[in-house]
């Protein structure tokens, strides 16, 4: 054998080790599969003919023209089989062989069409009904506890910017990223990005087999949660599916659900974000914190999402935070103003509260010498005070062992060792005015707009660090004054990225 066989020989050799190792390799990924899920899906959005049934009034197979609403939804375009439009209709329909069923679906007159017939004076005209379809589920789906899967759209990708995601493959290739496993009271549910027809969507599977509304109610505390951190709770709509096998091979059940509007917040409010050249250029800042930042991993993002799932104050807390970051000016303060109260009175409590006296009997029994030294006293003070001056001093008595409100919402921050500012402090001061529609005090030369935005913002910045720095989040987040510092006529004295 020359040398040139056996350097040709030991070059395949090395060849097959290489392929195997790559093989070896794409086998140890976690294997998703996504496209029976999304054959149902095209299934439904694509617009079409369809086959109406109506079991209550014996119609049976008519043509219908069955539309996806942009907005949310289906629209069914139907010819006059049903006239009624006080009542709601049960209806089943079909589309490629599969079976829906439609609850309470309303109609509504969509318009006539008249023609005039070629040959006589008379026209020909067309009556169409239009029914909005809000939810529909597979007829002869399977109801008992199965593997669960969620689909729902999110318009851009986004989970890599907020969660540290890793490696997967499906039917269609391998991506670097787009996977995290999440732990909830000992499940372990899967999210996915997945880009499908140019569109972005989260996958949520169940790892073992679950009750539906159980995994409802967890796909809608993990969608709290995500969206905490975007900024952006995203809903509309979702896809639900179920099977006998982990991997979704053959789909047993099937349902769509019109959801509440999403609430976005467009990029303006999220505490964390992994890529800092999202908020500058500048090259001294990227130096300074990395051209990568920190975001939650899937034990961080367990905890906030079992908070949120287990603990419905919380759950609350995150809702109220969502729901001001896309309010107006004149509401958005004040819904910070309300959670940060939320979110002081949960640490407060796991930290013994804030009583000053915190042992019941000591403080039950200095109320009480406290309330015989104004019986001593109670004739003299009627004497020289108001009529109701003993009741008033009997008030404040009986909640004399209760802190200030101010001291009460800086009690966390001193709790957790998260420092702020006098400026910071002045914020929170500002609680009541925004709570009860005061004028908040300004300096004379700054417009109170421009002030409100200031202290909104900041207020925004200081719930950020409690509830990031209560779940165990170390890392840097987004100060937003500093980022819309160039709103403001004067300099705002904050890092942009802040550690925590």
Not at 68 to 95: C, H, P, R, T, W
């Amino acid at each position: 054998m020359c040398k040139l066989d056996v350097f040709n020989n030991f070059m395949d050799e090395q060849l097959k080790q290489k392929i195997e190792e790559i093989k070896q390799w794409e086998d140890s990924l976690p294997k998703a599969k996504f496209e029976s899920a999304f054959d149902y899906i095209t299934n439904l959005t694509e617009n079409h003919e369809v086959l109406i049934s109506v079991p209550k009034y014996n119609i049976k197979d008519k043509p219908a023209l069955l539309s996806k609403n942009e907005n949310g939804g289906f629209v069914l375009d139907i010819e006059a089989i049903l006239s009624d439009m006080s009542e709601s209709y049960e209806i089943e329909l079909q589309i490629n062989e599969k079976t829906y069923r439609i609850e309470d679906l309303f109609i509504s007159m969509r318009g006539t069409t008249f023609t005039k017939n070629m040959h006589d004076d008379f026209f020909s005209g067309r009556l169409v009904f239009t029914g909005k379809i809000h939810k529909l589920l597979l007829k002869e789906g399977k109801r008992e506890k199965a593997f669960n899967r969620f689909i729902i759209p999110v318009g851009s990708s986004q989970l890599d910017c907020y969660l540290k995601t890793s490696m997967y493959r499906d039917e269609s290739g391998i991506y670097s990223f787009g996977r995290i496993v999440v732990n909830i009271e000992g499940e372990n549910f899967t999210i996915y990005e997945k880009l499908k027809n140019g569109k972005y969507y989260f996958i949520i599977d169940s790892k073992n087999k679950i009750e539906f509304e159980k995994f409802a109610d967890i796909c809608y505390s993990l969608m709290v949660s995500f969206g905490f951190l975007s900024a952006n709770f995203i809903q509309n709509e979702a896809y639900y599916f179920k099977s006998d096998n982990a991997d979704f091979d053959t789909i047993t059940d099937f349902s769509y659900s019109q959801l509440r509007p999403s609430i976005n917040s467009h990029g303006t409010c999220n505490p964390i974000y992994s890529n800092p050249y999202g908020y500058t250029s500048d090259e001294a800042i990227i130096n300074k914190v990395g051209e990568k930042l920190d975001v939650f991993d899937d034990k961080i993002f367990s905890d906030l999402c079992t908070k949120i799932h287990k603990q419905e104050d919380y759950a609350i807390l995150i809702l109220l935070i969502l729901e001001a970051n896309a309010s107006s000016l004149i509401l958005r303060p004040a819904g910070y103003a309300v959670a940060l109260e939320k979110i002081t009175n949960i640490i407060v409590e796991e930290n013994k509260g804030l009583k000053p006296i915190p042992n019941k009997e000591l403080s039950k029994k200095f109320r009480k010498e406290l309330s015989a030294v104004l019986e001593q006293y109670k004739d003299d003070i009627n004497k020289v005070g108001n009529e109701d001056s003993v009741t008033i001093l009997g008030k404040n008595i009986d909640n004399i062992n209760s802190p200030t409100n101010r001291d009460k919402l800086l009690k966390p921050f001193e709790i957790l060792k998260i420092s702020i500012s006098k400026e910071d402090e002045e914020a929170i001061d500002n609680r009541n005015n925004f709570l009860h529609g005061r004028k908040i005090q300004t300096d004379e030369n700054i417009e109170d707009y421009v002030k409100i935005f200031e202290i909104t913002l900041r207020l925004n910045n200081l719930l950020n660090k409690l509830i990031l720095k209560h779940i165990g989040y170390s890392g840097y987040i987004i100060n937003h004054l500093k980022y819309n510092e160039k709103s403001f006529k004067y300099p705002i004295a904050c890092d942009l990225f802040e550690k925590i």
